[in-house]
Structures are given as structure tokens and as C-alpha cells.
């Protein structure tokens, strides 16, 4: 596990991929690292030192930009890997001998956090095997709370995740249209009136774009900052920078 500190850590990496650090624990989620990934690119990949002293990864759903199998070869076998159920022998094909496959309502351990699996309302079919899996969320609590949203619109029972110290929110996506099952900086708004976290840091933005549009680029973190403003003024906006720490002490 990772040591010497009692603070909370988020680390955005880019997209939907973060290093959470609560109680000595440092969780991975949705880890897509590649400068390029099938027809989207970013300006560079994740750097190696931001991976060491991992002790999980959670993937919240197969799709592509979430769950890359390139990127997973830059990790050790050996992590434990939670991901929703059905989707497990992706990775035990390739060698991964600790995955755990869940769905809404579970719980899984991990040191000294406990992660409980969360609703989210996106579909996902993961080409070109035509796999069709759930979207889950993930909510660590420990000392403090963080919620991770995965991809989702707002669903009935977000209020019940209400209070969370941090919440990692999606707010826009890679391309020129967000189509549905995606929270929009509108309606991630929205979605803080129902979650009322202390903190949100916005993520899935501003990291890839499909190879014929120019690089991904800033607007939908402001628009959120300015939704959430007047939705929720009670919530503080952290907007990161790719490979931007926030920390709770």
C-alpha cells in the first residue's frame, strides 16, 4: 500500500483516467494512457512514474476510451481489477489473475477503503466483439468519501450517493457531439444539486479528439464552473489541469 500520509489525493490524468490516494490506499480508474487510442489522440501519454504504487484499478465500463487494453499492458498483472460483471475475461485473457467483476450494490475491500459499486446510466457495447455490459460508478469511503461517476446521465437514486467529500464528475466527452448516457456541463450541474459533495473535480474533458478535429481544447470546464455556480454555489469547483493534483488535508 501506498504510506506516509493520512491526506486525500486525487490526480487527473486525463479523460476519465485518476489516481485517488485515501488511507494509504491509491486507487486507478478507467486507465487509458496512450497519446493515441483507435481514432483519438492526445497530446501526450500518461507519464510511467504517475503509475507506480497502485493497489487497484476500477474500471467503470468496456468501452474503448475506458478500458484499453494497451494501456492495462503498462500495468502489473498481479493488481486486483474491479470492473462490471461480464466483462472479466478480457482482462484474464491477457494474464491479469485478480479481477473482480461486480454490479450496483456490491462492496469490495481494498486495505483500508471499502468501494461500493454505484449505478450509472450509460450503454455500453464494446466493439468489434459486440460484448454488452453495465456502467457502474464507484464510491470510496474511508476517512473521507470520493465518488467516482464513471460515464452516466443522471439516474434515479444519484441523491442516495448525496455527501460525498469529492466527487469526480464527467462533464462533456471527445467529440463534437455528446450523445446520450453522458453528462453534459449543464446537466452535470444538475447532477451536484442532487450529489452536494463538498468538492467536484470536473473530468471526460478536454483530453482526446478524433484524428480529422484539432486537439481537444478547454470551454466545457467553464461552462460547468459557470452552471454549477448557479445550481449549486455550495459545492467548491476544482478544475485540473491534465496530471493537476487537489488534495485534502
Known amino acids: ?24 490506499v491509491t486507487l486507478l480508474t478507467d486507465p487509458v494512457l496512450r497519446r493515441r487510442v483507435a481514432h483519438l489522440r492526445r497530446e ?19 468501452h474503448m476510451d475506458h478500458l484499453d487494453m494497451r494501456s492495462f499492458s503498462r500495468l ?32 469490495v475491500t481494498i486495505g483500508a477503503v471499502t468501494v461500493h459499486v454505484t449505478p450509472a446510466d450509460h450503454h455500453v457495447q464494446r466493439v468489434p466483439l459486440g460484448r454488452t455490459t453495465a456502467s457502474v460508478g464507484f464510491l470510496v ?5 470520493v465518488y467516482f461517476a464513471g460515464d452516466t446521465d443522471l439516474f434515479p437514486g444519484m441523491a442516495e450517493l448525496a ?4 466527487a469526480l464528475l464527467p462533464i462533456s466527452g471527445w467529440g463534437p457531439k455528446l450523445p446520450a448516457g453522458h453528462l453534459n456541463p449543464e ?22 479528439a ?34 493537476g493534483e487537489y488534495r485534502q488535508d
Open 1 to 24: 500500500m501506498s504510506s506516509g500520509t493520512t491526506s486525500t489525493r486525487v490526480t487527473w490524468l486525463g479523460h476519465s483516467t485518476t489516481r485517488i490516494t485515501l488511507d494509504d
Open 44 to 62: 501526450g501519454a500518461v507519464d510511467q512514474a504517475a503509475l507506480a504504487g497502485i493497489d487497484a484499478v476500477l474500471v467503470s465500463h468496456l
Open 76 to 107: 502489473e498483472r498481479s493488481l486486483r481489477v474491479v470492473l462490471p460483471k461480464g466483462g472479466g475475461s478480457i482482462l484474464r485473457r491477457r494474464g491479469f489473475t485478480n479481477v473482480v467483476e461486480v454490479e450496483a450494490g456490491d462492496e
Open 141 to 145: 469511503r474511508g476517512t473521507r468519501t
Open 163 to 166: 455527501g460525498a467529500d469529492i
Open 187 to 208: 446537466t452535470a450541474a444538475e447532477a451536484l444539486r442532487l450529489l452536494t459533495p463538498r468538492v467536484v473535480i470536473p473530468i471526460h474533458w478536454g483530453t482526446y
Open 210 to 243: 478524433p484524428l480529422h478535429l484539432p486537439a481537444a481544447a478547454s470551454g466545457p470546464e467553464r461552462e460547468f464552473a459557470r452552471h454549477a455556480a448557479a445550481l449549486a454555489p455550495e459545492v467548491e469547483v476544482q478544475v485540473l489541469p491534465v496530471g
